[in-house]
């Protein structure tokens, strides 16, 4: 069994800057794919940035040039650091991690969440 828990989100103003880790519980754990979604009030959950085990990043439309994936697998965590982030990124951010390669990824765990609030 592994477990994901995510840190980092909090509640800032359009504009700012934050950066949410998830580490894995399993020291041997080494996913093909680890990525983040996010689910905002009434809206499904939707992929923002996923990551290969050898580093190829792959993000939404709606977070490039804003958002960096980075992994480390010795330490077994994905990290996303957000850049000037607007109230339309608010939502509970998730981490994930499952089989995959550059062209597909299906998350099989997943994290409890973090909450991100953008707002004046």
């Known amino acids: 069994q592994v477990q994901l828990v995510e840190s980092g989100g909090g509640l800032l103003q359009p504009g700012g800057s934050l950066r949410l880790s998830c580490v894995a519980s399993r020291s041997n754990f080494s996913p093909k794919v680890m990525g983040w979604y996010r689910q905002a009030p009434g809206k499904q959950r939707e992929l923002v940035a996923r990551?290969?085990?050898?580093?190829?990043?792959y993000y939404a439309d709606f977070v490039k040039g804003r958002f960096t994936i980075s992994r480390d697998n010795a330490k077994n965590t994905v990290s996303l650091q957000m850049n000037n982030l607007k109230p339309e990124d608010t939502a509970v951010y998730y981490c994930?991690?499952?089989?995959?390669?550059?062209?597909?990824?299906?998350?099989?765990?997943w994290g409890q969440g973090t909450h991100v609030t953008v707002s004046s």
């Open positions: 990551i290969t085990n050898d580093g190829v990043p």
């Open positions: 994930s991690a499952g089989p995959g390669d550059n062209s597909y990824y299906t998350p099989v765990y």
